[in-house]
């Protein structure tokens, strides 16, 4: 149980194109579900939390009309990379919280995105 | 604000010896503590996690961590290290902010290496 998967795990793009990434928990209602990016060898950052039906809060240096969260039902996130540039090439990893388990987070398997 | 430092980039044991993994934190309130693992095309798994109570927490596959306030450390510890145990693992410190949802910060990571 508590699975979350992503899709794609892999995308190109060319820059200046969007690419969505979606992050689905599959066998539980998420309430909340975390985007995070993560560079090679350093940690996961957290970019935004989203609640379900209401709009995400960005951490602070996070631009929201790049990086644009959607949840719009209690199994699906999605984040959208708008005029994408080769610095946005990254992993992205989502998370999502079961209120019905505790204050768990449980990952999705991330989504590589490499902007050419 | 909170941080985490795993001062160990890079570990690698030979099977069956004992591992520990170093994790210190900064956090100005009793901490909420995780470690979780991360395999290649894999999400997060949390191994273990503390949030009171007894200091030494056992979790999943074997491995345990001890909590040490006066150290503000929460290391990682295996008796003996088994080869499916190679993977990046993750310390991380979240607060609880009492609205059901919390926000985690991971330290950069610990990559270990098996030895056959």
């Known amino acids: 149980g508590a699975v979350v998967s992503q899709h794609p795990s892999w995308v190109i793009c060319k820059s200046g194109t969007s690419v969505k990434i979606e992050c689905r928990s599959l066998?539980?209602?998420?309430?909340?579900m975390f985007w995070y990016r993560q560079f090679p060898k350093q940690s996961l950052m957290l970019m935004a939390t989203?609640?379900?039906?209401?709009?995400?809060?960005?951490e602070q240096g996070v631009e929201k009309d790049k990086f644009l969260i959607n949840h719009a039902s209690l199994t699906l996130s999605t984040l959208t990379v708008t005029s994408a540039h080769p610095e946005d090439s990254s992993f992205y990893i989502c998370?999502?919280?079961?209120?019905?388990?505790?204050?768990?987070?449980?990952f999705g398997p991330g989504t590589r995105l490499t902007v050419t | 604000a909170q941080s985490v430092t795993q001062p160990d980039i890079h570990i690698t044991v030979s099977e069956g010896a004992s591992l520990e993994l170093r994790c210190n934190y900064s956090?100005?309130?009793?901490?909420?503590l995780f470690w979780y693992v991360q395999s290649p095309g894999q999400g997060l798994q949390l191994l273990l996690k503390?949030?009171?109570?007894?200091?030494l927490v056992q979790g999943i596959k074997g491995f345990e961590a001890e909590f040490k306030r006066s150290q503000s450390s929460f290391n990682l510890r295996k008796p003996s290290v088994h080869w499916s145990d190679a993977a990046e693992y993750f310390c991380?410190?979240?607060?609880?902010?009492?609205?059901?949802?919390?926000?985690?910060?991971f330290g950069k990571g610990t990559k270990l290496s098996v030895i056959p």
């Open positions: 998370s999502a919280r079961d209120r019905g388990r505790g204050y768990e987070q449980y």
């Open positions: 066998d539980f209602q998420a309430t909340t």
């Open positions: 989203s609640n379900e039906g209401s709009k995400a809060t960005y």
């Open positions: 956090y100005g309130a009793t901490p909420y």
């Open positions: 503390y949030f009171s109570g007894d200091t």
């Open positions: 991380a410190v979240g607060p609880y902010s009492g609205a059901g949802s919390y926000q985690l910060t």
